[in-house]
């Protein structure tokens, strides 16, 4: 088994967790993700924000790629990535910050999803300032960062990072271009320790459009399909992808989901069956493949690597092979 170290830099356009009473059970909680179509504020005139909360990891680490760090002053507690997160107040969950928190740091602008059940009404009540910012796909993500990046008054910093990040996926795109396409199944979610209950993306998903970046096709396809269908091993089987990217541990920390690696390796390795040839499957490690946002590029070239062998970076990253070498 060929092994891929993550980055330390290093959550799921939909993250599955399980509550306390929902032992042996999945349900789903959307992280935050950073696209923007509706920006509702209450900013104190044409002066830039100095003091800025962020509600998700998306846009935490949006506000950082803008240079914007000196200026947030707490975060989600889903909040990982860069390391100087760690240390400052947290504020909650993406779908339950903590408003009274909230208020008491006087923030002059504060990032939200409007999935937050009455959090603009609370916001408006304590006379928070609120930039809103809805979940989308991949190209809603350059909405997202130049909503961010003007509510904040750096409008040119986003123009350049968004240039940026187009200019490396077409680097991307082009590494991969005239190679067969790899049928990829992607799985985000399933019961702990084993391989059932599967969560998959279909086509319109954010990793699925990686994943055609990366020169691949989503072998969950079909219009008719949720974004996160349900599936079970048997469908896997059925389908015949040639690459399974197994994401389904991100809602473990870092440290935990290096722990279950092995585990997971070894349930896929076990599914192999006589006469059926194997795909080759990938078991995620870094959140850089769920949070969608600036660090798009280190999973979408992750993900040339694992399905065409072209490496545009530096040392392999993200995660780690299992079968079908």
Not at 27 to 49: D, E, F, I, K, M
Not at 79 to 105: H, M, N, S, W
Not at 229 to 235: N, Q
Not at 278 to 293: E, K
Request: hydrophobic share 45%; glycine share 8%; proline share 8%.
């Amino acid at each position: 088994m060929h092994r891929q170290h993550p980055t330390p830099n290093s959550q799921l356009p939909s993250r599955l967790i399980r509550g306390p009473a929902d032992r042996g059970r999945w349900r789903l909680a959307s992280w935050g993700l950073p696209v923007a179509l509706v920006v509702v504020a209450t900013l104190h005139g044409a002066q830039a924000p100095r003091r800025i909360v962020s509600t998700s990891p998306s846009i935490t680490e949006t506000l950082f790629a803008l240079g914007l760090g000196d200026r947030v002053v707490a975060v989600s507690q889903y909040c990982r990535f860069p390391a100087e997160v760690a240390t400052l107040p947290k504020v909650g969950t993406y779908l339950r910050p903590d408003v009274e928190r909230i208020a008491q740091l006087r923030p002059d602008l504060t990032i939200i999803n409007p999935k937050a059940e009455g959090l603009e009404r609370n916001l408006r009540v304590v006379k928070v300032p609120f930039v809103t910012v809805e979940p989308g796909n991949l190209s809603s993500v350059f909405v997202s960062i130049r909503t961010i990046g003007a509510a904040a008054g750096v409008p040119d910093r986003a123009t350049a990072l968004i240039g940026t990040l187009e200019t490396r996926l077409n680097e991307i795109r082009k590494a991969v271009a005239g190679r067969p396409l790899q049928r990829v199944l992607i799985i985000v979610g399933r019961r702990p320790g084993t391989l059932t209950d599967l969560v998959a993306v279909s086509r319109n998903s954010y990793m699925s459009e990686l994943a055609s970046i990366a020169g691949g096709v989503n072998v969950l396809a079909d219009a008719s399909l949720p974004e996160y269908p349900r599936i079970s091993m048997e469908t896997v089987i059925r389908l015949q992808p040639d690459v399974i990217i197994d994401a389904g541990d991100m809602e473990d920390r870092p440290n935990e989901r290096h722990a279950r690696e092995p585990v997971t390796l070894g349930m896929w390795r076990r599914q192999q069956i006589a006469g059926v040839r194997a795909p080759r499957v990938y078991v995620v490690l870094s959140d850089a493949f769920v949070i969608p946002g600036p660090r798009m590029i280190e999973a979408a070239e992750t993900m040339a690597l694992w399905l065409h062998g072209v490496r545009t970076w530096g040392p392999a990253s993200a995660g780690s092979e299992a079968i079908g070498r």
